[in-house]
DNA sequence: ACGTTGACCTATA
DNA sequence: GTATAGGCCAACG
C-alpha cells in the first residue's frame, strides 16, 4: 500500500502510448470514484515525481485537455498526444472513445 | 485541526 | 447540446 499520489503515479505510468484514461477512472481503479479531483492534483505533483509520469494521456470524462496549461506549455500537452499517435482537435481528442483505456477494465479491479 | 482549493463528475433546467 | 448547481475526496495554508 502506497500513498494516493504514488497509486495514481503507477496508473498512469501503465497507461499504454497512444491510448488516453480519465481521472475518474483512475479514481475508481484506486477505490475512490469521487476523488477524481484528487488525480489532477497528483498530476500537479507528479512533477517533481521520479520518473517520467504520462500526464499528457489522462484526459477528463469529455476527453478534453483540461490539464494542457499545467504542463510547460499550453501546447506540449497536445503535442505529446500526437506524438503518440493520438489525434488532438479543438483541444479534444479524436476518436477519444475508441483511444479510451480504462484501467479498471484492462487492468481489473484490485482486491 | 479547520477552512479552502482543485488538471473532476453527475444531475437538472 | 449548452449552461448552471451540487457533491465528492484528499492535500495545502
Known sequence: ???FFTRVYEV???????RVTSYGAIAAYLGAPGAARMVGWAMNASHHSPGF?????VVNRNGLLTGKHHFGSPAVMQELLENEGVRVIDD???NFSCL???P???LGEPD
Request: aromatic share 8%.
Open 12 to 18: 498512469v505510468r501503465l497507461i499504454p502510448p497512444g
Open 92 to 94: 479534444h481528442v479524436d
Open 104 to 106: 479498471v477494465k484492462e
Open 1 to 3: 500500500m502506497e500513498d
Open 100 to 102: 479510451f483505456w480504462d
Open 53 to 57: 509520469v504520462p500526464a499528457h494521456r
